[in-house]
């Protein structure tokens, strides 16, 4: 059996949507990341990175980054079409992923979550503040510009299609801007809207503690 290492909340929930839209058995365990579980000796010896998400395969191999385990899971179980046939529409969509994953969670959301870990060294409180201040600031410029990218993409398409594999990466970045209060474009905002009506999104909302 499968096994994913998740924290609920966090990027991982788009991992877990995949999961459960392919029906794939599969296991948890919830790693609380304030805790510092990730950086146990037990889970580093699985994931040297101390990274989520990450999947543990059948054979005890474990895959790591967002990207590479939502490209295993389309190609595990190919019917679901989580990437499209034709090659360069799929490597569009793992672009669009990889831009979500890198770019607007990697660089914007991160400086809006962890700002401390993006200040420099022997600052006193005051300063400490105004960096914290400063950093996350341009964590949602960041964010922001990333949405203005994802809403050209997202304009030009239909929703009355298939989950496919960017969505689920599309999906966290957008709702953790609901959950910040950081106004989407219409376009993106209408993305979420359409997940949020999925059955399985919502399954995975409540699975992970949210009942909105």
Known sequence: ???????PGSCSTGIH????ALELPFQVTVLNLPAGDHRQPAYLALNPKGSIPALQLD????????GA???????RVPRAQLLPDDAAAA?????????????????????VFTPEAYLPPGLEEAESRRWTEAIQARGREIVQAGFAVL??????ESLDRRLNLA???LFYVFFWAEHTGLPLPPHCAAHLAWMRRMPVVQQVLAEEGYRR
Request: net charge negative.
């Open 59 to 66: 054979d005890g191999r474990v895959l790591t980054e967002f």
């Open 151 to 156: 809403e050209q993409a997202l304009a030009a």
């Open 17 to 20: 949507i995949l999961l459960e």
């Open 167 to 169: 969505d689920a990466a």
């Open 1 to 7: 059996m499968l096994t994913f290492f998740m924290t």
């Open 69 to 75: 385990i939502a490209h295993w899971l389309a190609r």
């Open 91 to 111: 490597a569009e969509l793992i672009g669009r992923l990889d831009y979500a994953v890198g770019t607007v969670h990697g660089q914007g959301w991160t400086r």
